[in-house]
């Protein structure tokens, strides 16, 4: 089943001046249920799409069509909401709230789609649990390793029951041992509840172990 379909996407930034294109003509499809890589050098683009995908930014030309919706074409208001409703995020410098113990930066999505507290709370500590960080619960962002911060921003992405989990560069701050068990625990994750899972990454292991990867080069898919 056809989830994403991306046609003719063009994204450059002006400072100035000064025009640095990123993206130039890309075209791809996502299937419900995908594990796909977005591979390719820094610069490339990979970040820009994924912020494209999850609605963080608009693109110059092309659309995006979610199932039978352009959302390039939302609203401010709807593009908010979509977001919240059917986009997990987990970012390369995990952007957890400091000042929130684990199973609060868990929660906090849910918080926001005014998911009623102890059905959030229950969600929020059984994938901490699962995720292999019963010890952390009531631990913030400064009391946890890289790993373990990462595992938070995963849960943290899949608490609110997403359709799709963006991931830039998931692998970039952590040693061998913790990326592959982050990488497995996704896969996991995708196989049991059918999420779809996209990453920007030039990590050689995460490209391995996508079911489907798209290569970029100078802002254009060369696979």
Not at 37 to 61: E, W
Not at 183 to 192: K, S
């Amino acid at each position: 089943m056809k989830l994403i379909e991306v046609k003719n996407l063009h994204k450059t930034y002006r400072t100035g001046k000064i025009r640095t294109p990123a993206l130039n003509g890309v075209d791809f499809t996502i299937g419900k249920g995908d594990f796909v890589s977005i591979a390719g050098p820094s610069g490339s683009g990979k970040t820009t799409l994924l912020n494209l995908l999850g609605a963080l930014d608009k693109p110059d030309k092309g659309s995006i069509i979610y199932k039978d919706t352009d959302i390039t074409s939302l609203s401010l208001a709807s593009l908010s909401e979509f977001r919240l409703k059917k986009i997990g995020f987990v970012f390369q410098a995990y952007n957890l709230i400091p000042t929130l113990t684990a199973l609060e930066n868990t929660e906090y999505v849910m918080l926001l789609q005014g998911i009623e507290k102890t059905k959030r709370r229950t969600i929020a500590q059984n994938l901490l649990m699962k995720l292999g960080l019963g010890d952390c619960i009531n631990k913030r962002p400064s009391q946890l390793s890289g790993g373990q911060q990462q595992r938070v921003a995963v849960a943290r992405a899949i608490a609110s029951g997403p359709e799709i989990v963006l991931a830039d560069e998931p692998t970039a701050n952590l040693d061998s041992k913790n990326a592959s068990s982050l990488i497995e625990i996704m896969q996991q994750l995708n196989e049991e509840r059918n999420i779809t899972f996209i990453f920007s990454t030039h990590d050689r292991m995460v490209i391995e172990k996508a079911k489907r990867v798209y290569t970029l080069r100078d802002g254009k898919i060369i696979n």
